[in-house]
């Protein structure tokens, strides 16, 4: 029973939360002790607030993933938890969340709720509406950075939230492109209605642009001049090539490998990216401070 409802928080997609750890690595305090603890705490605030609105999600999506071929083993739908229980301890993940933020400054909180509040109108619409899907993801994600650069009140370089709302998109419509190639053969009102909206053409031709604008983002945030003034050298440009692979790798294994539904999978599974993801952390610490 336990471990069912630790697959009811889906505890591997809190990988997606470290988004929030972004502005700490950049504004040059990840060694400061009072700052981590304070993005670390904002990190598992996330962490619940995710895991409830995918119980939620699981909730709405209930007779949808009994069609669906891999999320019909999902806890809800195989019935190995009632959908009273999931309800229940989705109240009592919404109370603790909400206690949890009094600790917190009103512009951290205001973020979470608007993550929150973002995510349950996903689920209820957006989800269905073509375009507005995956921009709500991106969103999401965007919120993640903003509110890691709140809670330890730092400022935060707009090309990095440009990056971030770009590999954000990527990541949405490279999983669309994925549950279209899934289903292509199948009935898609069945498990995910927007589907119906896109085409094989159209994701790629999304993609590539949202690729592009990553690689672009990136590439001009590492050689602006707040940057190299911020930490005093140019040599962060040599971190782009390891985005520059992390997005063809990715593209790899949606298209030739057929992955890309499941993004936590891909980035906890696939050597070459986990390899890829350390090498560019170690690389931006040793230049971000001056270690190199």
């Not at 279209?180 to 009102?189: A, E, G, P, R, T």
């Not at 994701?203 to 707040?226: D, E, H, K, P, W």
């Not at 140019?234 to 030739?256: A, D, H, K, Q, S």
Request: proline share 3%; charged share 15%.
């Amino acid at each position: 029973m336990i471990k069912n409802y630790l697959k009811l928080l889906r505890l591997p997609q809190w990988i997606k939360n470290f988004f929030v750890f972004v502005p700490l690595v950049f504004s040059q305090h990840l060694f400061d002790k009072e700052y981590f603890v304070f993005s670390l705490s904002g990190f598992i605030i996330f962490c619940i607030t995710s895991s409830l609105v995918y119980i939620i999600n699981d909730v709405i999506d209930l007779e949808a993933d009994k069609a669906h071929p891999i999320k019909k083993y999902r806890p809800l739908p195989s019935e190995k938890i009632s959908k009273l229980n999931a309800i229940v301890f989705a109240a009592i993940i919404f109370i603790i969340v909400g206690i949890s933020l009094i600790r917190f400054n009103v512009f951290f909180a205001v973020s979470v709720i608007a993550y929150f509040i973002l995510n349950i109108l996903y689920s209820f619409s957006l989800k269905h509406i073509v375009l507005l899907d995956i921009f709500s993801i991106a969103a999401g994600f965007t919120l993640r950075v903003i509110a890691g650069a709140l809670i330890i009140e730092v400022p935060i370089s707009s090309w990095l939230l440009l990056t971030t709302m770009f590999i954000s998109l990527f990541l949405a419509i490279m999983k669309r492109q994925s549950e279209l190639k899934l289903f292509q053969d199948d009935n898609n009102s069945k498990t995910r209605k927007v589907l119906a909206s896109y085409s094989l053409d159209f994701t790629n031709q999304i993609a590539t642009v949202a690729a592009s604008g990553v690689i672009i983002c990136y590439t001009l945030y590492t050689v602006s001049s707040r940057t190299v003034s911020v930490f005093g050298t140019e040599n962060l440009i040599y971190t782009t090539p390891f985005v520059v692979f992390g997005i063809f790798r990715y593209m790899y294994l949606v298209y030739i490998n057929k992955k890309g539904e499941n993004t936590t999978e891909i980035l906890l599974t696939d050597l070459p990216m986990i390899f890829n993801v350390l090498l560019y952390i170690l690389t931006t610490i040793l230049i971000v401070y001056k270690i190199i």
